[in-house]
């Protein structure tokens, strides 16, 4: 049978909430990726060193409880106008180099977010984090008209990558063409791309029964849009590299209440290698999914790799309460 070797796959942007669903989740991203960056909206969300740490920890025991000891959880911290100094200083220390910012409200777990981007607590925050190397990861998108949310939020970036030019930037889940460019023009400035934005467009949401199950933030665009994606992701551009947004939420919270987020944890390795393969670029996938992030974030590559085979692959209707991306589909491709 044919088979396909990974190495040291990365997930740049993952959510693995916490309690049971963290429990339930873990498996599906810590057999198949070496290492993820995980994100820090709880409901409590994670600003503070200390509950970095304690939450490393509860993602480290979830795995253990599944015999899984070769996954490395990232740690982000929440960014608002509280974290000093000292506290980053830590942060720094402890191997946690990587600040999350939310647009108060843009999402889901987005309520202690920042309201002015651009405040001067926040440009100092930020003045501190580029002295210490350190990352920042943004939810880019403004409180505008749902489609021309991220384009709005662009004059932000701009800002940033000018005022601290030895930042790392990280435009997170890109979700429009024009965002592309923006990425291209600043040395610090680099983006994630999720499967669903490349794979994905507004129609899969509204355009036959509404389907809440696509619903996320930012929301999928135009076939315009997501083609430029995934082209994007299919030449290895090295300023891109891979995160997931893999965002569970319960049946009930997504049919009953609307919740953002795409559940794509448990397919993303068959997906990916399909989406490259179909496309005949599979020779970019490594580039993809391994390269470009250790480059980005200055991770080295873990040993750990992992193997495909071309067997299909039924996505189950649901996982743990959680109906996953391409629910009741069959992929070609199964991690062996
Ligand atoms: O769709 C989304 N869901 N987008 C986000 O930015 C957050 C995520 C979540 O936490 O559910
Ligand atoms: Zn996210």
């Known amino acids: 049978m044919e088979t396909l070797t990974l190495k040291s796959p990365f997930d740049m942007h993952l959510h693995l909430r916490d309690g049971e669903m963290l429990e339930n989740i873990i498996k599906y991203t810590a057999q198949n ?4 960056l995980v994100m820090p909206n709880l409901e409590l969300p994670i600003v503070s060193v200390d509950l970095a740490v304690a939450y490393k920890q509860r993602i480290l025991e979830a795995c253990k409880k599944q015999g899984i000891e070769d996954f490395m959880p990232l740690m982000s911290l929440y960014l608002t106008p509280s974290l000093t100094e000292v ?6 220390e402890l191997g946690i180099f990587i600040l999350k910012l939310y647009p108060k409200g843009a999402t889901t777990g987005s309520q202690s977010g920042v309201k002015e981007v651009l405040d001067s607590k926040i440009l100092e925050i930020l003045g ?3 002295s210490l190397g350190m990352v920042l990861s943004i939810h880019g998108e403004s409180n505008g008209f749902v489609m021309e949310r991220e384009v709005e939020f662009h004059p932000v970036f701009e800002v940033l990558g000018k ?4 930042l790392r930037i990280i435009f997170e889940h890109l979700s429009d063409y024009r965002s592309v460019a923006l990425v291209e023009k600043y040395e610090n400035l680099f983006a994630t791309l999720t499967l669903h934005h490349m794979l994905l467009s507004l129609d899969s949401v509204a355009g036959g029964m509404l389907n809440p199950h696509y619903f996320c933030k930012p929301i999928l665009k135009t076939k315009k849009d997501q083609e430029a994606l995934l082209q994007v992701a ?12 893999s965002a569970p939420h319960l049946r009930n919270a997504k049919e009953q209440k609307g919740a953002a987020g795409i559940f794509s944890a448990p397919i993303l390795l068959p997906l990916l290698v399909q989406t490259f393969e179909s496309n005949r670029a599979l020779e970019k996938l490594e580039t993809f999914i391994s390269y470009n992030a250790s480059k980005i974030y200055q991770l080295p590559l873990s040993k750990k ?3 495909l085979c071309k067997k299909p692959m039924i996505i189950p209707q649901e996982c743990y309460g959680v109906v996953p991306m391409l629910a009741g589909e069959t992929l070609e491709w199964s991690v062996a």
């Not at 005022?163 to 030895?166: I, Q």
């Not at 299919?234 to 947004?245: A, W």
């Open 87 to 92: 506290e980053l200083r830590k942060a720094k």
């Open 128 to 130: 501190i984090a580029e």
């Open 163 to 166: 005022s601290f030019p030895k």
């Open 305 to 307: 790799n992992v193997r």
């Open 33 to 36: 990726f070496a290492s993820a």
């Open 234 to 245: 299919l030449s290895g551009h090295s300023k891109f590299s891979f995160g997931s947004d």
